[in-house]
């Protein structure tokens, strides 16, 4: 249960003037949004369920980091970033490996009469 009294995001706030009743699930996404950067989400799911909020709304998971946030949301985008260069170094070479790899394949196949 959401409680809407203890929102401290002023993003947050403004969201809910305007947003009706019916669409509030938005509002409590947003809400375990500010109980995650906050560190008030505890539990097995919650490393996923931050990732999938922050998959859905990115937007306003930047906003709401940026305002409650601001210093540990310059850290983790940084730790980010070199993690997502690290993923495309390691993604590159595995593409060189591949094309080496099958370059031997080639030669070998020549070598017991293979035909291309």
């Not at 249960?1 to 969201?15: C, G, Q």
């Not at 996923?48 to 949301?73: D, F, R, T």
């Not at 993923?87 to 790899?101: A, G, L, N, P, V």
Request: proline content about 2%; charged content about 55%; glycine content about 6%.
């Amino acid at each position: 249960m959401a409680e809407y009294r203890k929102v401290k995001s002023k993003f947050i706030k403004e969201k809910i003037k305007s947003t009706k009743w019916k669409d509030r699930d938005y509002i409590d996404d947003l809400i375990a949004i500010e109980c995650y950067v906050k560190g008030e989400m505890f539990g097995l799911g919650t490393g996923h369920k931050a990732k999938s909020l922050e998959g859905e709304y990115p937007k306003e998971w930047v906003a709401i980091w940026k305002e409650l946030e601001p210093k540990k949301y310059e850290k983790n985008r940084k730790i980010d970033e070199r993690e997502r260069r690290r993923e495309e170094k390691e993604e590159r070479e595995m593409e060189e490996e591949e094309m080496i790899e099958e370059e031997l394949d080639k030669e070998d196949w020549k070598r017991v009469g293979g035909k291309f």
